[in-house]
């Protein structure tokens, strides 16, 4: 059956026009492709990329009883053979350009393609030709990025079309209220994956009975601001009701790596962790996931439970975003006073003392913590509730001997005699870069 298909037209080396309609006209001996109508070429300027000349473009109307994919073949074969070299900079110069536009009614989102193209409606020198072709932009189908899905099923639907399209995918499980930390991993998943997908949900599972659930920021709209400024594919924001219906009774088992720290501390917090994460797995099966190093304990638990499941993904930790003074970014900074944010940094100060120490020869685990300590212990804001070095890695205590390689985590509260502290966690590797 023929379908309408409209190519995006351009160049910008040599000689132009030529080379466009040299393409056209091979364009047109493929079997299965009939030319039926080419716009003017317009000379735009380039959008993107490094220095290079001016364009000409245009939009060409097609006739084809190609496959999208197959189409989009014939179209990069065609560039090759006019000289354009794979693997040169993005946007850049190049003597002939053909972009798939439209492809008849169909929305197509693979790794190889997406159709209506992802940024028709931000192109005067396409949505011209368009109109000039008869085609009203204002009537086409506007991508949106991020999708916002609430409902469980369309969100595995959407994932399970990226993996049918070979797309690589990645997922970024968060609580919502986000800040620079988690844009930072978004953009490594961006570079990662050809499909990221966050994943908005405060989980009732992971908070105490006295704990601050029902006051955690919410910030929803500047939420989808910052997704769709770090080029988010899709957010996932369901209802409570809706990842945990009536009658919902399992929980994931956490073991080792749960002990002690926060695990002692919030003892229902990493079962309600593991068992949201796991079903976000199950609805999303990503092939990557990405959580920041700030939360140590709980990336230890997850890559335990990712293994011992055998979810297929690659867990990634992402380094430890921080402010000019060294407070680790997190959601509930939002929350300190005045005094207590100007206090807060002190839980850096006292990691980055201990990890001077180490690298300049101390390794006896108790003259490390109590460097730390004599730091934490200037501060009167701040509570401290637990100082460990633990082992790089599972997080287990260490060997009795010299500490040659381990991570120290803190946590201290502020605000701690008011209706409301503030828990504050960061960790340092020692014996490593700072912030490894």
Same mark, same amino acid.
């Given at each position: 059956?023929?379908?309408?298909?409209?190519?995006?037209?351009?160049?910008?080396?040599?000689?132009?026009?030529?080379?466009?309609?040299?393409?056209?006209?091979?364009?047109?001996?493929?079997?299965?492709?009939?030319?039926?109508?080419?716009?003017?070429?317009?000379?735009?300027?380039?959008?993107?990329?490094?220095?290079?000349?001016?364009?000409?473009?245009?939009?060409?109307?097609?006739?084809?009883?190609?496959?999208?994919?197959?189409? $989009?073949?014939?179209?990069?074969?065609?560039?090759?053979?006019?000289?354009?070299?794979?693997?040169?900079?993005?946007?850049?110069?190049?003597?002939?350009?053909?972009?798939?536009?439209?492809?008849?009614?169909?929305?197509?989102?693979?790794?190889?393609?997406?159709?209506?193209?992802?940024?028709?409606?931000?192109?005067?020198?396409?949505?011209?030709?368009?109109?000039?072709?008869?085609?009203?932009?204002?009537?086409?189908?506007?991508?949106?990025?991020?999708?916002?899905?609430?409902?469980?099923?369309?969100?595995?639907?959407?994932?399970?079309?990226?993996?049918?399209?070979?797309?690589?995918?990645?997922?970024?499980?968060?609580?919502?209220?986000?800040?620079?930390?988690?844009?930072?991993?978004?953009?490594?998943?961006?570079?990662?994956?050809?499909?990221?997908?966050?994943?908005?949900?405060?989980?009732?599972?992971?908070?105490?009975?006295?704990?601050?659930?029902?006051?955690?920021?919410?910030?929803?709209?500047?939420?989808?601001?910052? $997704?769709?400024?770090?080029?988010?594919?899709?957010?996932?924001?369901?209802?409570?009701?809706?990842?945990?219906?009536?009658?919902?009774?399992?929980?994931?088992?956490?073991?080792?790596?749960?002990?002690?720290?926060?695990?002692?501390?919030?003892?229902?917090?990493?079962?309600?962790?593991?068992?949201?994460?796991?079903?976000?797995?199950?609805?999303?099966?990503?092939?990557?996931?990405?959580?920041?190093?700030?939360?140590?304990?709980?990336?230890?638990?997850?890559?335990?439970?990712?293994?011992?499941?055998?979810?297929?993904?690659?867990?990634?930790?992402?380094?430890?975003?921080?402010?000019?003074?060294?407070?680790?970014?997190?959601?509930?900074?939002?929350?300190?006073?005045?005094?207590?944010?100007?206090?807060?940094?002190?839980?850096?100060?006292?990691?980055?003392?201990?990890?001077?120490?180490?690298?300049?020869?101390?390794?006896?685990?108790?003259?490390?913590?109590?460097?730390?300590?004599?730091?934490?212990?200037?501060?009167?804001?701040?509570?401290?509730?637990?100082?460990?070095?633990?082992?790089?890695?599972?997080?287990?205590?260490?060997?009795?001997?010299?500490?040659?390689?381990?991570?120290?985590?803190?946590?201290?509260?502020?605000?701690?005699?008011?209706?409301?502290?503030?828990?504050?966690?960061?960790?340092?590797?020692?014996?490593?870069?700072?912030?490894?």
């Amino acid at each position: 059956m023929a379908v309408i298909a409209y190519i995006g037209l351009g160049a910008n080396l040599g000689e132009r026009e030529a080379q466009i309609r040299a393409g056209l006209a091979a364009l047109g001996r493929v079997p299965g492709v009939r030319v039926l109508d080419v716009s003017s070429l317009r000379e735009t300027a380039p959008v993107g990329g490094p220095p290079q000349p001016p364009y000409l473009n245009g939009v060409a109307r097609l006739e084809t009883a190609l496959s999208a994919p197959a189409l $989009l073949g014939v179209c990069q074969q065609l560039e090759r053979d006019a000289g354009r070299v794979a693997g040169g900079p993005r946007n850049g110069p190049r003597p002939l350009d053909l972009d798939l536009l439209l492809y008849g009614d169909e929305r197509i989102d693979t790794a190889d393609l997406i159709v209506p193209h992802p940024r028709l409606h931000e192109r005067p020198f396409v949505l011209e030709p368009l109109r000039e072709l008869g085609v009203e932009p204002a009537a086409l189908p506007r991508p949106a990025r991020p999708l916002v899905v609430a409902d469980p099923e369309e969100f595995a639907a959407l994932n399970t079309g990226w993996l049918h399209g070979r797309c690589r995918t990645g997922l970024v499980p968060t609580m919502g209220a986000l800040h620079e930390g988690h844009a930072s991993l978004l953009r490594i998943a961006r570079q990662t994956c050809d499909r990221v997908a966050a994943t908005i949900f405060v989980n009732p599972l992971q908070f105490g009975p006295k704990e601050d659930f029902a006051r955690y920021p919410r910030t929803l709209e500047r939420d989808l601001a910052l $997704l769709a400024r770090e080029g988010a594919d899709a957010v996932f924001v369901p209802e409570t009701s809706a990842m945990y219906p009536g009658g919902f009774v399992s929980r994931i088992a956490v073991g080792r790596e749960a002990e002690g720290m926060e695990g002692a501390a919030r003892p229902d917090h990493f079962s309600g962790v593991a068992t949201v994460v796991a079903k976000l797995f199950a609805l999303a099966r990503p092939t990557h996931a990405f959580f920041g190093r700030k939360d140590a304990q709980q990336v230890a638990v997850l890559r335990r439970m990712t293994r011992d499941l055998g979810f297929p993904i690659g867990l990634v930790e992402c380094p430890t975003v921080r402010e000019a003074d060294g407070l680790a970014l997190s959601s509930r900074n939002v929350y300190l006073s005045p005094e207590d944010r100007r206090a807060a940094p002190v839980l850096y100060r006292a990691l980055r003392a201990a990890h001077a120490a180490h690298a300049a020869g101390e390794r006896r685990a108790e003259a490390l913590l109590a460097v730390a300590r004599g730091h934490l212990a200037q501060e009167p804001r701040a509570r401290l509730e637990y100082l460990e070095l633990r082992r790089e890695g599972d997080l287990a205590p260490l060997a009795p001997g010299p500490v040659t390689f381990a991570r120290l985590l803190v946590v201290a509260r502020f605000a701690a005699d008011g209706p409301h502290p503030v828990r504050l966690l960061d960790n340092l590797s020692l014996g490593a870069p700072l912030d490894a």
